[in-house]
């Protein structure tokens, strides 16, 4: 993507991606339900964090060059998903890109105890049929199972997630 240019984070957790695109000289807006940000990370200069629902941050209309949103649709309903793609696709640039990872409905961490959270499964068909009526297209596609890094990895449970990313059709 070209410089300068802005980076969206969505569920940005401990900013991980926001680091990396700031690095790389993107201004990032960061916004997660839960304030985990490091500190130094929002006193970088490049990067806003913002405490809030996805669904109610306020976007700007194209001002993103990408909207980042790893590991973050498990924690929304399908229908916050569409109204979200609607406002991400409006807050990109045109040809901007969305890169999704979520964790599939046939997953193996599916049941397990101890999240405080609702979590939902979202087939990868329907999640790029709905971004396709929105307007996007698909770039690439891939199914992951991998081993997690996180309480699964003791039960020794895969982790079936999907990636996507999308780009603005103008």
Known sequence: ??????????????GRNSVFFARMGYGVDAVDVVDIFPSEYKEH??????????EKFVF?????LAVVATRFLQYISSDIAKILLENWYMALRPKGYVALSFVVNNSSVQGVKGYDVPYYYHDPEKVIETAEKVGFGVITKKSVNQMPLDV??????LIDSFEVIFQKSN
Not at 45 to 54: D, K, Q, R, S, V
Not at 60 to 64: A, H, I, P, S, V
Not at 152 to 157: D, E, F, G, H, T
Request: aromatic letters at 6%; charged letters at 35%; glycine letters at 12%.
């Open 1 to 14: 993507m070209e410089l300068p240019g802005h980076v969206l984070d969505v569920g940005a957790g401990n």
């Open 60 to 64: 700007e209309k194209e001002k993103y």
């Open 45 to 54: 200069g490049l990067i806003t964090f913002t405490e809030a629902e996805a």
């Open 152 to 157: 699964n990895r003791i039960r020794k449970k």
